[in-house]
């Protein structure tokens, strides 16, 4: 197994193009072994500097949108708004397939994970419009709720 702490040093080089090939070897790897890879990368975000925190984000977008659940996992867990602000981001990356996981998020016992769902999905304006629209349907009203709310901050006040 690759040790990555040696791709996660070259993140902070003063070369822009270390940096940029370090992020590249990071997704590579964790295309391959994506459980793993995504944990540790976002074990590593957790602590880095906010500069840092910006490629090892890049690497997990780079990773592709087979990653979503696994975010979402450590979403679920994490009370940082920081940390869940760099997971809106990632996860608003990979567009209209992260949609319904997104709403699905909606549904967490995680006031943050939920925030954070609602932060993503306000990133993708229009594109969430019609499956929040449909989420302010659903029988469960914390879900209901956080769709409204969501499409308020779109601006959208009447989506009956």
Not at 49 to 66: A, C, N, Q
Not at 100 to 107: D, E, G, M
Request: charged share 25%; glycine share 4%; hydrophobic share 45%.
């Amino acid at each position: 197994m690759t040790d990555l702490k040696v791709y996660f040093n070259f993140l902070g080089d003063k070369s822009l193009a270390t940096r940029h090939a370090a992020v590249e070897e990071i997704a590579t790897i964790g295309r391959a072994n994506p459980k793993q890879i995504v944990h540790d990368v976002i074990t590593e975000l957790k602590s880095s500097t906010l500069d840092i925190r910006w490629y090892l984000g890049r690497s997990l977008v780079k990773m592709g949108p087979e990653i979503i659940p696994l975010i979402l996992e450590h979403a679920e867990m994490e009370k940082d708004m920081d940390v869940q602000k760099y997971f809106s981001a990632i996860l608003a990356s990979f567009d209209e397939i992260a949609i319904p996981p997104l709403i699905s998020l909606f549904l967490s016992t995680n006031p943050t994970a939920r925030g954070m769902a609602s932060m993503a999905l306000e990133q993708l304006e229009t594109k969430a419009i019609p499956a929040l629209i449909e989420a302010t349907h659903n029988d469960d009203p914390q879900v209901k709720l956080c769709a409204e709310l969501t499409l308020m901050k779109l601006n959208i006040f009447d989506c009956k």
